[in-house]
């Protein structure tokens, strides 16, 4: 019944589109517009204090309310390599460490119970603080403002909580497949390496220190690096005379900030693959080196990006979004700054499918710039609409002020916005194909592709774009293995423990006779939730190094396999058998290699060394550690013997766990004998001090039967 | 163009609009006085406020309509339609319309044809599917031929439009860009027009963008996934059980047909509030108002959808496996936006889950270091049915959502337990001030608000009484509404939980 007054409303809609002809349907084109009003660029007053403190103001008296931005010159650039990511935790901490007169916590609680905010923040290539407050409360954002930049103490435990999380977003960098494109193409771009491209790691992170902070604050936080802008509800002398009580007296030194690094850029086609199996759409980045605001084609560039890559109607939106519906957003630009060179680039996401067919497209457009000149009316897209826009530049008072701050610091003059839009009225269309022909180079572009390869319409080997570079993700864990002090001594002491050990467990002739192990366990995992999953897994190990793992849940078989040299695995996404990568294949070397009966066995030919590394508790227990160190000195995992029993106790080794790479702690217990060995039946694994699984033997052959094709690939 | 899926930053802002007057000697109604409203005979609501600071104004339209109001089997399609929207009009974006129109009809009809053949499943006819796919491609390949692609968006960006864009929500829909502030008579062209003669061109390729934007923000986005999940079990009967963006097969299934009804049934002037924010003279807009928008004939406003959601009777959970990092969301069903409890509802959020001194931020954030991030928000997934009040949590590595679970419930119980202090009170409505204030700070903005305020309360000038609302809340309230609201049976729990563990 209900859709019975769907064929109503059809027709009527029917009569609605082809009615035309209305009174005023018309031609916007011919709209005739009055003048419009004139633009008042608002004053902004330059002071500079006697310490080299320079002042933007900009009274407005609209609204109650008190705005203020402040420039610091100093950013990441300046970071260590062995700690990126200090800049970034000073400008945080800053804020939240507190200072010689408040606590950071005190800071959040007079702001906040004002709706007031005063942040700071040090990115790449500056720091910032940003005051906004109800113009009753001026006085408190100054004060807290200048508490912050001039005292503040870095509290310890605001910068273990600053680490943590930003460790936490390491962690996360690679949920978005959109953020993993941006990051990974400035590296592309600019260098692995580069101020302008690098990020922090666990370990750059893990190594700084709260000394290092107070040294960065230290040595940029001075009265002639810094430039403030205040904006909004005040009264211009009152102001002046404030500021100077509260920074006045912040004496300059002699001291400069080293400046912006070079860029070196080399023009090749190359291709960059990131595989992401478990997104169904490819997120694109293609171009290379872009340009400086300084350079004389600047101008023309405004208005080829504008016809190239901009909004609604340009090239770019018209071909790959509008008239091949392969993306729903897609954009190019090629990007100037003032002091570095930006990056041309092309962006486009497309289902799986479609991904070499739309950077075939994408390449058409950036290519066609160069050959077919813009028409009138995207000259007209282009230029006019810079030129009609122009007003938007002014429409906020915040933004005039901090415009005029930004060129002050590079010396560019007050109306430097004004010499561009003159030059951008004399841009023509010859000039835009000119700028195009000279700066994109659509053969020489790198490519990075982020998505799923098995569903791509073209390989990324087949698109005929020059090399492939796998890019690996994986994000690097942070800790560094255990020192462990090999001497005489402590190698003399960690063999003598290990052997007793061997002893306890049933000898060393015992595991010598070890060939091949058959267990059966039970797996519980604290599931979702906090509910606990159990699953069923068959293990059968020839020694030394042939392994198969089967394990069982809910109805699917998740397989492990290796033959030492090949192996196979169940793929968790698509449920298939896929052969083992040679990561997979190093990992169950190493998983091997760490395996106790492989160790007890191989005593008298050791492929290690045993180094007692100190003593503590497991629970109640009192242990002595063994170290177990290969040849060149990597620690292969860490033994913890029980003082009185000898027995095996406990088994630690870095690994990669749900949060995250990190240590693992086997936790052993249930000793039993099974023909002439004590094995430990129960074995809990821990991270972080968390339990994160429990695994119970339900049978133990040593020397069983080996099915024939056990580690041939599964059917 | 795009549909606030993850609408979560897009409600925290709202949240935070909660409003006052008359502080700190600041005269708010002379703000109030320079608003007009008039209502055109078709029923369109007109707003315009005179703003001087410079040549510059902004405009929205607010269409009451959102994705609660997708037809069942069409989810999406009141998103589909904002994007139908940018297509231009009779007169703007075609060589030839006649032409074009006779073209679209033919396409359409292959395409229904097509459709029902498709539906069929396995049932189909493989010889028929083929050449109705042939034929369907050579149909809309021709009607394409006579398209100016864009022409709307670029018509407005040569102009000196900025910030072109609209948003599709589930309780409305809408549109925005800024002009200089003499070219008004191009907006209330455009903008006219374009609820007066659409016409949905290029929509079957436009369907193609629609399914990559529901890719980039639900499938390949692992939160935005969550987030549809976190929907779907909050609302069994309501339609705010429904992603936004719509699924991919209903995306894949919709027709000009559909489209063109939806149009007529939820475009109605009677169903649309234009705000404009600027250096404009408030004689002339309505003048141009009349001139333009007077031209779309009266229709009735469609009615408010009947279905309620029945209270649960327990908890509701699903839990998502993935190879990302763990995020937890929880939320309680609450009324919606206009009922008496709300700014009790508003302050206990704030209470809890808002800036650095809130409850579970110290506890979580600070004090534990458990938790990258933790935040409240209120009016999820919409705001005009009755809606939800949420907490989400990312926890920090090392962290899990169990424990994000357990800590947020325990502060939830402490403001069930014991009255908070007066001068928190105090804070609160001291925070809600300030926002207020900041918000009248741009064109866009206000806009947006009296647009809002006008559509959900009848009434503009609601936005100033909000703060007579918040500030009549006191601790017993807030305690009383978190009683009532905060309990197991009322809540809803979603989380992403790490596999590969």
Known sequence: MKYKLVPILITLSLLIVFTTGSVYSQNVDKLKYPKLNKLEVPNVEKITLDNGIRLYLLQDNSLPIFHGSIRINCGGYLDPDDKIGLASICGTVLRTGGTSKWTGDEIDEKLEAIGGSVETSIGALSGSARVNILSDYTDLGLEVLAEILRNPVFDKDKIDLAKVQARSEISRRNDDPFQIALREYRKIIYGTNSPYARHPEYATINAIERTDLVDYHRKYFKPQNIQ???????????????????????????????????????????????????????????????????????????????????????????????????????????????????????????????????????????????????????????????????????????????????????????????????????????????????????????????????????????????????????????????????????????????????????????????????????????????????????????????????????????????????????????????????????????????????????????????????????????????????????????????????????????????????????????????????????????????????????????????????????? | MKITASKLITVLVITLLLSTSGVLGFDFSKLEQSITKHVLKNGLTVLVMERHDAPVVSFVTYANVGAVDDPKGFTGLAHMFEHMAFKGTTTLGTKDINKELELIAQEDSVFLKLREERAKGRFADSARLESLTTAYNEARDASYQLVIPNKFGNVIEREGGVGLNAFTSMDETVYFFSLPSNKVELWMALESERFLHPVLREMYKERDVVAEERRMRTDSNPIGRLIEEFQAIAYKAHPYHNPGIGHMSDIQYYSRKEAKAFFDKYYPPSNLVIAIVGDVSTDDVLKLAEKYWGRIPYRPAPPRIATVEPPHKDERRVVMEDPAQPFYIVGWHIPEATHPDRPAIDALVDYLGQGRTSLLYKNLVKEKKAALQVGAFVGYPGDKYPSMVAIYAMPASGHDNTEMEEEIFKEVEKVKASLIPDEEVAKIKARAKASFINQLDNNQGIAMQLAAYQTRWGDWHQLFRELDRINAVTAEDIQRVAKKYLTKDNRVVAMLNTSGS
């Open chain 1, 228 to 715: 403030m802008a205040f904006w909004g509800d005040f009264n211009r002398d009152d102001l002046l005379k404030k500021i100077k009580t509260y920074f006045g007296d912040w004496k300059k030194d002699a001291t400069t900030v080293p400046p912006l690094p070079q860029v070196d850029y080399k023009f090749e086609q190359a291709v960059y693959y990131i595989n992401k199996p478990d997104v169904n759409q490819t997120n694109i980045l293609m171009g290379h080196i872009g340009g400086l605001t300084t350079d004389d084609d600047y101008p023309a560039r405004i208005v080829m990006n504008n016809i190239l890559g901009g909004g609604f109607g340009s090239r770019m939106f018209n071909t790959v979004r509008s008239k091949e519906g392969l993306a729903y957003s897609t954009f190019a630009s090629y990007t100037a700054n003032i002091k570095y060179p930006g990056v041309f680039y092309a962006f486009a996401s497309t289902k799986s499918e479609t991904t070499g067919k739309c950077i075939k497209e994408v390449i058409k457009v950036v290519k066609d710039m160069q050959k077919n000149p813009p028409t009138e009316d995207e000259m007209r897209m282009g230029k006019d609409g810079y030129l009609n826009s122009f007003v938007f530049n002014f429409d906020s008072k915040g933004e005039v002020v901090n415009r005029l701050m930004r060129y002050d610091f590079y010396g560019l003059p007050d109306d430097y916005l004004f010499q561009e839009k003159e030059k951008v009225e004399k841009v023509t269309a010859d000039d835009v194909i000119t700028a195009a022909k000279k700066n994109l180079h659509p053969d020489a572009m790198r490519i990075l592709i982020v998505g799923k390869s098995d569903d791509f319409d073209t390989p990324v080997d087949k698109l005929g774009l020059g090399a492939v570079d796998t890019i690996d993700i994986t994000i690097p864990s942070g800790e560094k293995p255990k020192e462990v002090s090999v001497s005489n001594e402590t190698v003399s002491k960690g063999v003598q423990i290990l052997k007793q050990a061997i002893d306890a467990h049933g000898g060393l002739d015992a595991f010598k006779k070890v060939k091949s192990v058959n267990i059966k366990s039970t797996l519980t995992i604290k599931g979702p939730g906090g509910n606990e999953m159990s699953l069923q897994q068959e293990y059968l190990r020839v020694y030394p190094d042939k392994s198969r793992a089967v394990t069982k849940f809910m109805g699917m078989n998740f397989v492990e396999i290796t033959d030492g040299t090949t192996g196979w695995k169940t793929d968790r996404a698509t449920m298939k058998v896929v052969p083992m990568t040679e990561d997979d294949l190093k990992k169950k070397k190493v998983e091997g290699q760490r395996n106790y009966i492989q160790i007890f066995g191989a005593f008298d030919d050791p492929y290690y060394k045993a180094v007692y590394d100190g003593s503590g508790t497991i629970g109640d227990t009192p242990v002595d550690y063994v170290a177990i160190v290969d040849k060149d000195g990597n620690n292969i995992c860490r033994l913890g013997i029980d003082q009185k029993t000898h027995l095996l106790k406990v088994r630690s080794f870095m690994g990669e766990g749900p949060m995250g790479p990190g240590t693992i702690e086997e936790r052993l217990s249930n000793f039993t004998d099974v023909q002439n060995l004590k094995v430990p039946m129960t074995s809990e694994m821990y991270m972080n001090g968390q339990k994160q699984m429990t695994s119970n033997i339900t049978s133990f052959i040593i020397n069983g039967d080996i099915p024939a094709n056990s580690f041939a690939k599964p059917e």
